[in-house]
């Protein structure tokens, strides 16, 4: 990757907005991209379970990710992926004050890879979890800024 493209990408802004659509009910668009939005919504009996909810996104998100970096990295090392499964469970637990967090994201990654080099993959497999923007920074804790205006 160029200087160029590296300063470009730690510059990346990401844009969606949300719309209420009915009860718990929300319509996602991402700006500036070819694809269409997503409805999300809370799981009954607190909402309908018209779309995913925001754990379900976030699992997706880290399932997502990390499969994307692990073929990154193999494809980087010339190893030959042919396909790839992967798991991902989200554990809900109380905090001291008894509100429902995300307590535990497993993640479960079954790689086809044709006739693995054994020290690539060695090598893959210790380098891959660095390259995961969105499993990286969820483990470091994110700064998050609220504004509700009224």
């Known amino acids: 990757m160029s200087a160029d493209?590296?300063?470009a990408e730690a510059e990346r802004r990401i844009a969606l907005s949300l719309e209420s659509v009915e009860d718990?009910?929300?319509?996602?668009?991402?700006a500036e991209v070819p694809y269409?939005?997503?409805?999300?919504?809370?799981?009954?009996p607190v909402g309908q379970s018209k779309g995913p909810d925001p754990s379900r996104l976030l699992a997706a998100a880290v399932g997502g990710c990390l499969s994307a970096s692990l073929l990154f990295a193999a494809r980087k090392l010339r190893l030959n992926v042919q396909g790839m499964h992967t798991d991902v469970k989200v554990e809900h637990r109380r905090n001291e004050r008894g509100r429902l967090r995300i307590g535990k994201i497993e993640v479960q990654i079954a790689p086809a890879i044709h006739e693995p080099d054994q020290t690539q993959l060695k090598r893959c497999l210790e380098l891959f979890e660095d390259f995961c923007v969105v499993t990286q920074s969820v483990r470091s804790g994110i700064e998050v800024s609220v504004n509700v205006r009224t």
């Open 5 to 7: 493209a590296k300063g």
């Open 24 to 30: 718990f009910e929300f319509r996602v668009r991402f």
């Open 36 to 44: 269409g939005g997503l409805t999300i919504d809370e799981p009954l």
